[in-house]
């Protein structure tokens, strides 16, 4: 027999057992603040710093919610349902900003526990709920994106989808009227914090039907369920969401026998409004862009230029190994395979666990679409895990025991995920000299100012220096894409000046312009009267192009960070807009961990010096080495560099003394602006001065 013997639980052992998990998931989000606390590079205004990008999207929107206003087309997060909680909280909460945001995602992740334990006592089994609720609390995956700094809105992404989960297994197992409204409102609060959740609740919407049509289709309360799903999902605002649905259950409540001729041409125009209001097309578009992977393009402008794709350069959107798969739910591949085992067991047990499919469906996508989704399997997988330890637990008579048992068996499978929280010292998203910079940059600069930088560092940017931004963590199509990567990366100093005062004033331009059909970057080609990219991209380097006028100051971010990146950066550009060609690959190598063993300084990866010789040793080639640069800085801070030059042809070889890093590049990356001006601060006066230059971060300021 599958199905355990009910458990009776007390109000007051369910809040013990609540309060116990609860706790429990917070201490283990403190094991990371405890460790990077004695690092001072992680540390502004006396707290920690958040630890992922995303979270200064809506730490600039809170700031701004606080503040009561924020300069127009700045791309503010103020509307974001987290930005605005967060503001709420700071009012209330006695705290400081930068606290607040370090230590939401501990608190408010951590509810996950609540619907956990309480779907275990929806099913007479507070134990198997509970059990899961400490493996699902720090799981892997679930943990990385709910630690401590990870302010972001996965703090509720799964919290809200598994009380989405508990209200349906309550209206499935009790069938009562009074358990439909908590569907719709579980339902519609998930799709006001995540629009992403369309897809999912769609597919829960169809596991709730075809649960109805195999198991009870002439049962009249499933299709009620199936209806206030649909209304949850409905792209129509929330206040109408539960106003309708309390509407409907209204009606239901006060007809004692309900009339199947009124109820299916009501469920058929709600049906109706679903797909009306946009529900197939928001679905595909999810689909397409993170499960099938096709172009990122804005879809609201027409293109016919070949853009290279960002989400290939997303390591969450690729392909990942079955082992962290399976590590990235359940902590380990033996205990992922037993919760699988036991995932099938209790659906056999409990079919109201049925309702759990779609988040596991989700979840199981990570194999080919990408880790991000395997946080979506993490909840039922402890589940799955839990029922088989209390399953294989009830084997033993003695009560002792088999406590004992089950105590040792959830430990084991807590171990772990224990050590990957021991083990996971996340750094924060910047460090301090890099704060110290922007915060410098606000000071001689406008609201209204432009930073060119790569779109990793827009969100940051923008709310350390209280600027804008081209790009950011949300928008980074091709088109936008492209004109930083090519200031970034072109040798032309005037080619990079005249494609930020051109691309920022455009970009200004296109926010007003009410027939704008076209993507930011051929809008401003079109403007500039170019049909061809590669005529409009040599234009640029000719003295006599007239850039339109100056509206505001402009700068350009360079950061050491990039350093590591800028191979990727570089691709958004090194490509021919029309397709016709293939630009050549060009070389570049960085390495932190040189050895001299003498005769030759072994860079890794197969790449060495020959110092005899003067040239580098790539596999089995041997090329010869152009020029050799050592790059320092001396006590005031100022630049010192040497050069040796041994070639006319080769690559270039530069050792940043100061960061103990070795460059191996060509002639492609070494002429960039981004090698240049940040490695050698080497820029043209006339068109570039200083306004921040530290070892750590390069600010240059537009002239022109």
């Not at 349902?81 to 006695?94: D, F, G, V, Y």
Request: charged share 15%; glycine share 6%.
């Amino acid at each position: 027999m599958l199905k355990l013997d009910e458990e009776h639980t007390s109000l007051r052992t369910l809040f013990i057992l609540i309060a116990i998990a609860y706790l429990f998931s917070i201490a283990m989000r403190f094991i990371w603040v405890n460790d990077v606390s004695a690092m001072p590079q992680f540390h502004w205004n006396n707290e920690l710093m958040i630890n992922t990008n995303d979270g200064y999207l809506y730490a600039e929107g809170a700031r701004d919610v606080l503040n009561g206003s924020h300069e127009a087309n700045d791309l503010s997060g103020v509307e974001e349902p987290l930005a605005e909680l967060t503001a709420l909280l700071a009012k209330i909460i006695p705290v400081s900003f930068e606290t607040l945001i370090l230590y939401m995602p501990s608190f408010i992740g951590s509810l996950i526990v609540i619907p956990l334990i309480l779907i275990g006592r929806s099913l007479g089994q507070t134990k198997i709920g509970f059990i899961a609720a400490l493996i699902a609390s720090i799981a892997n995956s679930y943990y990385n994106r709910t630690m401590s700094g990870y302010y972001d809105t996965d703090m509720l992404n799964i919290v809200l989808p598994v009380l989405e989960t508990y209200s349906l297994i309550l209206a499935l197992t009790h069938q009562r009227n009074r358990y439909l409204i908590p569907i719709t409102i579980s339902i519609a609060m998930y799709q006001f914090w995540y629009p992403g959740a369309y897809a999912l609740d769609s597919a829960l919407f169809l596991t709730i039907l075809g649960y109805t049509l195999l198991f009870d289709r002439k049962n009249i309360f499933y299709y009620k369920i199936a209806l206030f799903v649909l209304l949850g999902i409905l792209a129509i605002p929330l206040v109408a969401k539960i106003g309708l649905a309390l509407l409907i259950f209204a009606f239901f409540h006060f007809q004692k026998e309900l009339s199947l001729k009124l109820f299916w041409p009501l469920f058929a125009v709600i049906i109706g409004i679903y797909f009306i209001s946009g529900g197939v097309d928001l679905i595909v578009g999810l689909l397409k862009s993170y499960v099938f992977r096709g172009s990122t393009e804005n879809t609201t402008t027409s293109t016919s230029l070949n853009y290279y794709n960002v989400i290939s350069t997303v390591r969450e959107a690729g392909h990942i190994p079955f082992t962290l798969f399976a590590e990235r739910i359940s902590g380990h591949t033996v205990t992922f395979i037993l919760a699988c085992i036991g995932y099938i067991l209790s659906l056999i047990a409990y079919r109201p666990l049925l309702v759990t499919l779609p988040l596991v469906g989700l979840g199981f996508i990570a194999m080919f679409a990408g880790l991000r989704f395997t946080i979506y399997a993490v909840p039922v997988m402890a589940i799955g895990l839990a029922y088989l330890i209390v399953y294989l637990s009830q084997f033993i008579q003695i009560t002792a025991v088999r406590y004992s048992t089950m105590i040792v068996l959830t430990l084991g499978a807590l171990y772990p995920n224990y050590t990957h929280i021991k083990e996971y010292i996340m750094p924060t998203v910047m460090i301090a000299p890099e704060v110290a910079a922007l915060q410098q940059l606000e000071k001689i600069s406008s609201k209204e100012d432009y930073v060119v930088g790569w779109w990793d560092y827009g969100y940051p940017i923008r709310y350390y220096s209280n600027t804008k931004t081209w790009i950011d963590g949300g928008k980074h199509n091709g088109d936008v894409n492209y004109p930083a990567s090519f200031v970034l990366a072109t040798k032309n100093p005037l080619s990079a000046a005249n494609m930020m005062r051109s691309f920022t004033e455009y970009t200004e331009k296109g926010f007003y312009e009410t027939n704008k059909t076209k993507n930011d970057f051929e809008y401003m080609m079109e403007k500039e009267g170019f049909k061809d990219p590669n005529d409009f991209i040599t234009a640029l380097a000719l003295p006599e192009y007239k850039t339109p006028k100056k509206t505001r100051d402009v700068y350009l971010y360079l950061p050491l960070r990039m350093m590591e990146i800028f191979p990727t950066v570089a691709l958004f550009s090194n490509l021919d807009l029309t397709g016709k060609s293939q630009p050549q690959q060009p070389f570049f190598y960085s390495s932190r961990s040189a050895q001299d063993t003498g005769q030759t300084l072994e860079l890794g990866q197969g790449l060495s010096i020959i110092k005899a010789t003067s040239t580098l040793k790539i596999g089995m080639q041997n090329i010869p080495i152009k020029s050799f640069y050592q790059v320092g800085y001396d006590a005031t801070q100022k630049i010192q560099v040497t050069q040796q030059n041994f070639a006319s042809e080769g690559l270039s070889v530069i050792f940043m003394a100061s960061y103990g890093q070795f460059l191996v590049m060509d002639d492609y990356y070494f002429q960039s602006q981004y090698i240049q001006m940040f490695v050698f601060e080497n820029y043209d006066k006339n068109l570039f001065e200083p306004a921040v230059l530290s070892p750590m971060t390069k600010i240059f300021k537009l002239k022109i």
